[in-house]
């Protein structure tokens, strides 16, 4: 069965550094998404990313915050510079199409910011 | 208005029992309510969805009922099973927004043997 991987599974990175989350989304899957869920808390919406561009993305995805589709597999979310509260579990997720269709989430990016 | 509220925060049942999961919405542009499934360590999987133009659908041991005049949804899970312990998150998304999914806060379901 097809499913959307990410890597790495766990990341822990120095408060003020720069993180790149990598996703490999389903293959015929043309949308893409970045959610994050703090421990304990509900998932959140970050962005989505269609035909190169950001289609809609959240209040919590400000300028630290860049998506990349670098070639034709990968879909990248870059945090620029860290901060303790961007510890959280980061789920990208790939559709087939932008309505009506299902969103499968990959396993998720454990980010520990220290 | 975006919200989604999800209650209980937390559930526990016999092996054969029938929990409830509600959810309450307050924005009636969303058209699209998907239930997932969450084990530790993974990532949320779809398990049924409904749009308001139903109001009960009914896939294997899972039921949504959705009630539009009340902005509310559930989900009942038949004869449940220690296999079902999870955690069970609605959401509602909206055909001018995408895909973009707003979730509920989440139910920590524990089904004793």
């Known amino acids: 069965e097809p499913e959307v991987t990410q890597t790495p599974s766990h990341q822990v990175t120095q408060m003020g550094q720069e993180v790149i989350l990598r996703c490999v989304p389903i293959?015929?899957?043309?949308?893409f998404y970045w959610y994050r869920q703090i421990l304990g808390q509900k998932v959140e919406f970050l962005v989505s990313?269609?035909?190169?561009?950001?289609?809609?993305k959240s209040e919590i995805f400000d300028d630290q915050f860049s998506v990349e589709r670098p070639d034709g597999s990968n879909f990248t979310l870059k945090i620029r510079s860290t901060k303790l509260e961007d510890s959280a579990m980061y789920f990208c997720?790939?559709?087939?199409?932008?309505?009506?269709?299902?969103?499968?989430f990959g396993q998720g990016t454990r980010l520990t910011v220290v | 208005q975006q919200q989604v509220k999800q209650s209980p925060q937390s559930l526990i049942v016999q092996k054969g029992g029938i929990p409830i999961i509600n959810c309450a919405y307050e924005?009636?542009?969303?058209?699209?309510f998907p239930w997932y499934q969450q084990f530790p360590g993974k990532g949320p999987a779809l398990l049924i969805a409904?749009?308001?133009?139903?109001s009960e659908k009914k896939e294997g041991r899972f039921t949504i009922s959705f009630n539009k005049s009340a902005k509310q949804f559930s989900l009942h899970i038949m004869d449940s099973q220690p296999g079902d312990s999870a955690t069970y998150f609605c959401?509602?998304?909206?055909?001018?927004?995408?895909?973009?999914?707003?979730f509920g806060e989440g139910t920590q379901l524990t089904v004793n043997p």
């Open positions: 997720a790939s559709s087939e199409r932008v309505v009506g269709t299902e969103a499968f």
């Open positions: 293959s015929n899957h043309l949308y």
């Open positions: 990313f269609y035909n190169n561009e950001i289609s809609e």
């Open positions: 924005n009636t542009a969303f058209d699209y």
């Open positions: 409904i749009r308001p133009d139903v």
């Open positions: 959401a509602a998304s909206m055909r001018t927004s995408g895909s973009r999914l707003t």
